[in-house]
T-cell receptor, first 112, second 114 residues
């Protein structure tokens, strides 16, 4: 899997947008960008994924740069419950390798 | 629809004891996997299965065995527990293992080996 680089931590104010960056400069053409989060002591939770187009769902938006070397996860109106570790993962969409490789992620702290 | 169910939630073992961590899913997912998470580290893949009767090793398989006799269940066995296996264990499942639909994780089993 291509490696990703994320800041160690960041914070934002409740109600504001949280923009979480991720660098994946060695991403291959067939690799997707996935985001998961892990709220304290819970199992990871799938958030969103994309290939090259921007994606949006009920949880978040994913913005991928045109060269696909970086992306940003956007939580439009962060709440205290969004405090968690967020993992950016790149992996092939098809093929026999079905593994998710987690890095250390970025710790998002939402302050009141 | 319970999702992914892990039992037990907590367990304390003595060195050398054996036990099985249970994982069951009711979503008819083909792909299942086991991860361990140690303090300050990300999740590391132990074993995974792409369907009933098929298993393979992940990143840290030593000390663990798995089997997949049914689509629903994917138990993880510790044959002779060691303190180094103290960790939080997560089971995950996916419809096709290709992340098309995201992975669903269980709530974890917190294991302490003394």
């Amino acid at each position: 899997d291509a490696k990703t680089t994320q800041p160690t931590s960041m914070d934002c104010a409740e109600g504001r947008a949280a923009n979480l960056p991720c660098n994946h400069s060695t991403i291959s053409g067939n690799e997707y960008v996935y985001w998961y989060r892990q709220i304290h002591s819970q199992g990871p939770q799938y958030i969103i994924h994309g290939l090259k187009n921007n994606e949006t769902n009920e949880m978040a938006s994913l913005i991928i740069t045109e060269d696909r070397k970086s992306s940003t996860l956007i939580l439009p109106h962060a709440t205290l419950r969004d405090t968690a570790v967020y993992y950016c993962i790149v992996r092939p969409h098809t093929g026999a390798n079905s593994k998710l490789t987690f890095g250390k992620g970025i710790t998002l702290s939402v302050r009141p | 629809n319970a999702g992914v169910t892990q039992t037990p939630k907590f367990q304390v073992l003595k060195t050398g004891q054996s036990m099985t961590l249970q994982c069951a899913q009711d979503m008819n997912h083909e792909y299942m996997s086991w991860y361990r998470q140690d303090p300050g580290m990300g999740l590391r893949l132990i074993h995974y299965s792409v369907g009933a009767g098929i298993t393979d090793q992940g990143e840290v398989p030593n000390g663990y065995n798995v089997s997949r006799s049914t689509t629903e269940d994917f138990p993880l066995r510790l044959l002779s527990a060691a303190p180094s296996q103290t960790s939080v264990y997560f089971c995950a499942s996916s419809f096709d293992g290709k992340n098309n639909y995201g992975y669903t994780f269980g709530s974890g089993t917190r294991l302490t080996v003394v």
